[in-house]
């Protein structure tokens, strides 16, 4: 039996939400902002996926979502459990799905990515377009990596440093 306290949603903690022009260059705008707004909001472990995510998404909406003079919104919501990443485009009637790509085509690897990447994502319509979204776990800092210096090797085995291991 459900209450009424598990269908609330969660607090929305921080939001943002951009309209970009259907170019190239904004796919690469979103994907800087959303990895700088993710560290920002203290969770930079969290920063690359999210960047990786956004970029997957916005690229799809550029590729196959984009109607000239029409823009595409890229929307993330951070909630205590949840960041949600939301990327709507103009084309209602393009839904999205997983294919296997051949070794020799140049696209259609994204939405796998995004289903490796992600914990869930999907499509929701809206009365003109359509959002895909990915969301991701928020874990707390100590399951998401250790805190605090500890020693590791950088160069020659007689070389030691003492510090935070630099992420790959």
């Known amino acids: 039996m459900t209450s009424a306290r598990d269908e609330l949603p969660e607090p929305v903690l921080y939001e943002d939400r951009l309209d970009y022009t259907p170019t190239a260059r904004s796919v690469s705008f979103s994907r800087r902002r959303t990895a700088r707004l993710v560290r920002e909001w203290g969770h930079p472990g969290l920063a690359g996926d999210a960047a990786l995510l956004v970029s997957e998404l916005a690229t799809n909406a550029l590729l196959h979502g984009a109607i000239r003079g029409r823009l595409f919104r890229v929307h993330l919501t951070l909630t205590a459990t949840t960041l949600r990443i939301a990327v709507s485009d103009a084309r209602g009637e393009r839904l999205p799905g997983l ?62 440093t003492t510090g935070a291991i630099t992420p790959r």
């Open 99 to 160: 294919r296997e790509a051949a070794d020799d085509e140049c696209y259609g690897r994204g939405l796998v990515i995004v289903a490796r990447i992600a914990d869930d994502w999907g499509v929701e319509p809206r009365t003109v377009g359509k959002t895909v979204f990915a969301e991701i776990a928020v874990r707390r800092p100590a399951q998401d990596m250790r805190v605090g210096p500890r020693e590791h090797r950088a160069g020659p085995p007689h070389t030691r």
